[in-house]
């Protein structure tokens, strides 16, 4: 649920983007928009490395190491905070040029980048507390933040775009200001003392940090893969189908946003169970929170694509406040076939993360490369070369089940060893 609300930070953005200034503001949006999933996967990096550690830690009775997991997280927080933010005081511009922004979209789209890496220390500091509180028995309290900055968010777009009439700034200064607000609420956990993790003095350990980051890759190429992905379908659908193709794909993909953040949400969801009794060496559990975890993704997939299927027309229209024909066209075919991955992209998050809390960290990488760089990249420049732009639609559907077969393997033949041992 909230992975739910923080996936409406964007959705919010394309929506009152789209109402407010039109095509050439839902391009420059999509454009600048991979950065973000840079920014959040990274928190969500640092968050779910440090949280899966600190949960094995904590069950076996720990609290020293436990307490020095959060510590580095924080350390890690605040080196990843220092590059974003002098990206985004030196580098929007570069950015945004090397992206393909032309003149109608340049200014529009750098201011929007600009802010979204000046809040990055927020983005940051608010995954890793959330997936900490989370680990340390408050999963309620870390959805209630979520959803409450999320909804903040919906409210000051609407509030900054239209009233104060901030234009691409207001949009990106209410996405800013979310994780502020979601901190505020998480924080009567600390206020009260109800938290079981510290910061101690301690020195940066590179084991500690190797370890977290490799926990938390997954996580990372989760949400890059993201950004990757609409970097270079922006720049295929660019020479095919120009600013509109952009634009059209700006609904297509912020929506996959929310869909994914969904599928990782059940993954973070699972993750300090599936830990907790892996560090318990109750190994049952954490088979039966798996097939919790999958049935619940493929019921929501199965209900996501009959929705997209059925109501394409009706959902493009939503962003389409011109109501250019063309948009309109482009995005109705692409939703009915990019949303064909659903099942697939579930699958491949959830296993993911089911490895990461398992301490299996190595299928769990293979995966989300896989998925990330190796094949979704040459995947959509073949399909495009064969079939144009619905060979784009079609790119990524064909990656999650080929990747998803490559999962199911790796899933098979670790139960097979498990059995043998």
Not at 51 to 80: E, H, M
Request: glycine residues 10%; contains cysteine.
């Amino acid at each position: 649920m909230g992975m739910i609300g923080l996936s409406c930070y964007i959705l919010a953005d394309t929506f009152f983007v789209s109402k407010g200034l039109g095509t050439n503001g839902l391009t420059a949006l999509n454009l600048a928009i991979p950065i973000y999933s840079f920014i959040h996967g990274s928190g969500l990096m640092i968050g779910m490395g440090g949280g899966t550690k600190y949960s094995i830690q904590k069950s076996r009775k720990d609290p020293n190491t436990a307490n020095r997991i959060f510590t580095n997280a924080v350390y890690l927080s605040i080196v990843f905070a220092v590059f974003f933010v002098l990206a985004g005081l030196f580098l929007p511009g570069a950015i945004m040029s090397l992206f393909g922004a032309d003149e109608s979209v340049f200014d529009m789209a750098k201011t929007y980048l600009q802010v979204i890496l000046l809040f990055a220390p927020a983005f940051l500091l608010n995954n890793v507390l959330l997936c900490f509180v989370r680990n340390d028995g408050a999963p309620q309290l870390s959805m209630a933040a979520m959803i409450g900055g999320s909804l903040s968010n919906v409210v000051l777009d609407w509030v900054f775009i239209f009233p104060c009439q901030m234009g691409i700034f207001g949009a990106a200064f209410a996405t800013g200001l979310a994780p502020m607000i979601s901190i505020l609420i998480i924080s009567p956990h600390f206020i009260r003392k109800k938290n079981q993790f510290y910061l101690v003095p301690c020195k940066a350990e590179g084991k500690l940090f190797a370890g977290i980051l490799s926990s938390g890759v997954p996580s990372l190429v989760t949400e890059v893969s993201s950004g990757v992905v609409i970097i270079v379908f922006n720049s295929i659908i660019l020479n095919l189908e120009g600013n509109i193709g952009v634009a059209a794909y700006g609904v297509i993909a912020n929506l996959s946003l929310v869909i994914v953040a969904i599928y990782t949400g059940i993954a973070q969801g699972i993750q300090p169970i599936v830990s907790r009794n892996y560090g318990r060496k109750d190994f049952g559990s954490v088979k039966a929170t798996l097939r919790y975890a999958l049935v619940t993704m493929l019921v929501f997939s199965a209900a996501v694509y009959t929705v997209v299927c059925l109501g394409a027309s009706q959902i493009a229209g939503i962003f389409n406040s011109e109501q250019n024909a063309t948009l309109q066209s482009i995005a109705s075919e692409g939703l009915r076939l990019y949303f064909i991955a659903c099942p697939f992209a579930g699958f491949n998050v959830v296993i993911s993360m089911y490895f990461t809390s398992t301490e299996r960290p190595r299928p769990a990488h293979i995966i989300s490369i896989l998925r990330g760089f190796l094949l979704i990249i040459p995947m959509a420049f073949l399909l495009s070369w064969l079939g144009k732009i619905r060979g784009v639609w079609c790119a990524f559907p064909a990656t999650e089940l080929l990747v998803a077969l490559i999962g199911l393997l790796f899933f098979v033949s670790g139960e097979k060893a498990k059995s043998r041992a």
